[in-house]
Nanobody
Framework: QVQLEVSGGGSVQAGGSLTLSCEAS????????MAWFRQAPGKEREGVAG???????SYLESVKGRFKIYRDHAKNTLYLQIRYLKPEDTAMYYC??????????????????WGQGTQVTVSS
């Protein structure tokens, strides 16, 4: 069982930045895929970024160039750096670890373990 503790959300103005953190209860060095998802009110959950244990990244097209996913194996933490925030980025953000069904990329996989979510609200 893996516990994922998410932090770092908040309310920001458009154009601002945030960094989300997801600390795991175990070593993440041997976890192949980890990812960040988001779900806006009335919309389906979508994968925004994924990264494997060798730091291969994958991104939703609409966030490329603005979002950066990375892992710190020494801290057992997954991060999502978000820049140039837009109102359409407003959503609950979740981290996920250890794919149950592998997709073409870590972003598109299905996951066993989920963090509790952190709200990101962007005002125009």
């Amino acid at each position: 069982q893996v516990q994922l503790e998410v932090s770092g959300g908040g309310s920001v103005q458009a154009g601002g930045s945030l960094t989300l953190s997801c600390e795991a209860s175990i070593s993440i060095a041997d976890i192949y895929c980890m990812a960040w998802f988001r779900q806006a009110p009335g919309k389906e959950r979508e994968g925004v970024a994924g990264v494997n244990q060798w730091a291969t990244e994958s991104y939703l097209e609409s966030v490329k160039g603005r979002f950066k996913i990375y892992r710190d194996h020494a801290k057992n933490t997954l991060y999502l750096q978000i820049r140039y925030l837009k109102p359409e980025d407003t959503a609950m953000y979740y981290c996920a670890a250890e794919s149950s069904i592998d997709g073409p990329t870590c972003r598109e996989s299905e996951y066993k373990y989920w963090g509790q979510g952190t709200q990101v609200t962007v005002s125009s």
